[in-house]
């Protein structure tokens, strides 16, 4: 049990949703929004809140939250019952009485359309996965939301995309009153066409004093912070550990990427959608295997393997690492086979995140390495109690939100040690580009197809 004592950004984001029924608190990655949101949770019990929902990542609900629940002794009174399982085992866990409900994103539509929604207090863990307005989940909450007395977004990345993805978000915490009622007239205001097809638009972008009228607008419910302004973490460096292709293993990269580029251009108005497929295929062979296809083009469980530089790159930073515990992030399934039965062949205790004993066991210390793919690797996961050197192998395909999370594992507050990231890349290849893209933030598809380009 311990003792919460806020930072003087904790304690304005406190009163901040103490203040504001219905609001956003868009802190950094790491900078305790868990407890944060709990401490805010415990004194509204005292005034007007009785029944509680959190929606989140199954990950973080299982785990993440229950644990800081347990961990401050303010907080640590609080009863919660997780809706998880089958269909009948959430019902159970619904009838349970207590004071926090947890649910997985993935089960709130089937919380909607069964009508259990009773709840006076709603927190979405990581609004951003909300951010799609076709989304089954989205729909089913805008329905509810209404009858919930207050309401807390909780993201460290709510556009990681671009504020195109900021309306369904906003929309949950004001019901449209903000940036529009509709998908449509937040779109008229905001945005302009960017890539189409006739009447069929496929790119949003938006209008050159946009993002200013939009932060004007949600300002008085959206509460954010720079990472500068919230405690103080140890220093971190991102270093690129540059390889040499074999000669071999490059001319079939650029005969490949030849090749394919030619044949998308053949179609140019599909050259956006396949851009992104090609340049994993890319990626793939920047690590060193392929998946292979049949006749008509569809991928097969069978890899080819092409070289096994970046292998050879990883044991090279393993071993400097001088017997500190390191995590990798991989992001091609068949990546993370043949990493571990190559460091298993070291003598080295491997393991992939799979569940919560993985969590406890690496933050304890039992695991050399920990295999986690960025996908699973994000919101809320504490892990930096493990480790401080994380190598990504390969990079998440363009997808910025997936590589600031995965980073946030081990830099965020509560580690103690300076913090390495490690990026693996193979020179002259599609990964300089897209760790350009990353550490500028220019995920857009113009960059992504002037990478082919190239």
């Not at 949770?41 to 993440?64: A, N, Q, Y």
């Not at 970046?310 to 515990?325: G, H, R, T, V």
């Not at 190559?342 to 393991?351: A, I």
Request: with cysteine; net charge positive.
């Amino acid at each position: 049990m311990t003792e919460f004592k806020p930072h003087d950004y904790q304690k304005k984001a406190i009163n901040f949703g103490l203040d504001h029924k219905k609001c956003g608190l868009l802190l950094p990655m790491g900078a305790g929004k868990t407890v944060t949101t709990l401490t805010i949770i415990s004194l509204l019990k005292l005034i007007d809140t009785e029944k509680v929902l959190i929606i989140g990542p199954v990950r973080v609900i299982k785990s993440t939250w229950p644990e800081e629940i347990e961990k401050w002794s303010h907080t640590r009174d609080l009863t919660y019952s997780i809706i998880a399982g089958t269909p009948k085992q959430r019902e159970k866990t619904l009838q349970k009485k207590a004071d926090i409900y947890l649910i997985g994103k993935e089960n709130v539509t089937w919380l909607v359309d069964n009508k259990y929604f009773d709840f006076d207090m709603v927190v979405i863990d990581e609004l951003s996965t909300f951010k799609n307005p076709k989304s089954q989940r989205f729909r089913a909450l805008r329905k509810v939301m209404p009858l919930a007395d207050r309401f807390i977004g909780l993201t460290g990345t709510p556009a990681p995309k671009g504020i195109p993805d900021l309306w369904s978000q906003i929309y949950l915490i004001d019901q449209g009153e903000r940036l529009g009622r509709t998908l449509t007239q937040f779109r008229e205001r905001y945005l302009i066409p960017g890539r189409r097809n006739g009447m069929i638009v496929y790119e949003w972008k938006p209008q050159q004093d946009a993002e200013e009228r939009i932060y004007k607008k949600i300002g008085d419910v959206c509460m954010s912070l720079d990472q500068a302004d919230c405690a103080k973490l140890p220093p971190v460096q991102y270093l690129k550990k540059s390889i040499e292709l074999p000669q071999k293993a490059m001319t079939e990269y650029h005969a490949f990427k030849r090749e394919k580029v030619l044949e998308l251009d053949n179609n140019k108005s599909l050259l956006a959608a396949n851009a992104g497929v090609l340049c994993g295929q890319l990626l793939q062979m920047t690590s060193g295997e392929i998946y292979k296809r049949d006749q008509l083009g569809n991928k097969l469980e069978e890899v080819a393997t092409i070289h096994a530089a970046k292998l050879e790159a990883l044991d090279d930073l393993i071993e400097s690492a001088n017997q500190n515990p390191v995590m990798v992030f991989y992001y091609f399934k068949h990546e993370l086979k043949r990493i571990k039965e190559h460091l298993k062949k070291q003598k080295l205790e491997v393991r992939s995140l799979e569940n919560e004993d993985d969590v406890r066991d690496w933050n304890d210390g039992k695991i050399d390495v920990l295999l986690l793919h960025p996908a699973s690797a994000g919101h809320g996961l504490n892990l930096q109690r493990g480790g401080h050197i994380a190598i990504w192998y390969t990079l998440p395909n363009w997808n910025l939100e997936l590589y600031q999370q995965a980073n946030a594992r081990i830099y965020r507050q509560g580690q103690k040690q300076n913090v390495t990231i490690y990026q693996i890349i193979a020179r002259g290849t599609v990964d300089e580009d897209m760790l350009n893209a990353l550490e500028h933030k220019n995920i857009t598809q113009k960059a992504l197809i002037e990478a082919l380009r190239r």
